[in-house]
T-cell receptor, first 114, second 114 residues
Framework: GAGVSQSPSNKVTEKGKDVELRCDPISGHTALYWYRQSLGQGLEFLIYFQGNSAPDKSGLPSDRFSAERTGGSVSTLTIQRTQQEDSAVYLC????????????FGPGTRLTVL | AQTVTQSQPEMSVQEAETVTLSCTYDTSESDYYLFWYKQPPSRQMILVIRQEAYKQQNATENRFSVNFQKAAKSFSLKISDSQLGDAAMYFCAYRSVGNTPLVFGKGTRLSVIA
């Protein structure tokens, strides 16, 4: 596709369950970012992948959060033992490597933890 | 660490009028990028305008322009001839040089009154 895609669009889960959120970046983009947007808040950085380098995990809020990027393309964000405070919109973005390149965002996954 | 502050949670403007959204930021870096993103109800983040800190000239994109005051660390967005389709959340964002994550403000919700 032409843009960044994310699935599912919406996810409702019960507290304590694990969830996986998927991001398909734009073809050829080497950088991939995950952000979280909680109600009434701006976007909060979670994790960043650049090519084959080790990911920058400095934004992950707890060890229940993890992410991987397979083959330098698709990325999966996993939240284990979900809590109600994990409810948010999770946005993925991708960009070309290099200085100042624009990040293109996907439509996000709205996660609701009951 | 860099921070971005948007002091106006909500703004409204009459159709065809001009509105200015405020943004201030804090950084010790001398070179960086600043962005305004628009997020309509669809959740899709759309880049409105960008400014490179080393450029003194204010960026413009059609009806959108910025007032970049580097010494004051201020980066306001002016929307001229406001249209109904401009109604959305607007986020100011900062990025260091390199392919680094964005730092966002908490956003300003803009309403356009017909």
């Amino acid at each position: 596709g032409a843009g960044v895609s994310q699935s599912p669009s919406n996810k409702v889960t019960e507290k304590g369950k694990d969830v996986e959120l998927r991001c398909d970046p734009i073809s050829g983009h080497t950088a991939l970012y995950w952000y979280r947007q909680s109600l009434g808040q701006g976007l909060e950085f979670l994790i960043y992948f650049q090519g084959n380098s080790a990911p920058d995990k400095s934004g992950l809020p707890s060890d229940r959060f993890s992410a991987e990027r397979t083959g330098g393309s698709v990325s999966t964000l996993t939240i284990q033992r979900t809590q109600q405070e994990d409810s948010a919109v999770y946005l993925c973005a991708s960009s070309f490597g290099g200085l100042g390149n624009e990040q293109f965002f996907g439509p996000g996954t709205r996660l609701t933890v009951l | 660490a860099q921070t971005v502050t948007q002091s106006q949670p909500e703004m409204s403007v009459q159709e065809a009028e001009t509105v200015t959204l405020s943004c201030t930021y804090d950084t010790s870096e001398s070179d960086y990028y600043l962005f305004w993103y628009k997020q309509p109800p669809s959740r899709q983040m759309i880049l409105v305008i960008r400014q490179e800190a080393y450029k003194q000239q204010n960026a413009t994109e059609n009806r959108f322009s910025v007032n970049f005051q580097k010494a004051a660390k201020s980066f306001s967005l002016k929307i001229s001839d406001s249209q109904l389709g401009d109604a959305a959340m607007y986020f100011c964002a900062y990025r260091s040089v390199g392919n680094t994550p964005l730092v966002f403000g908490k956003g300003t919700r803009l309403s356009v009154i017909a």
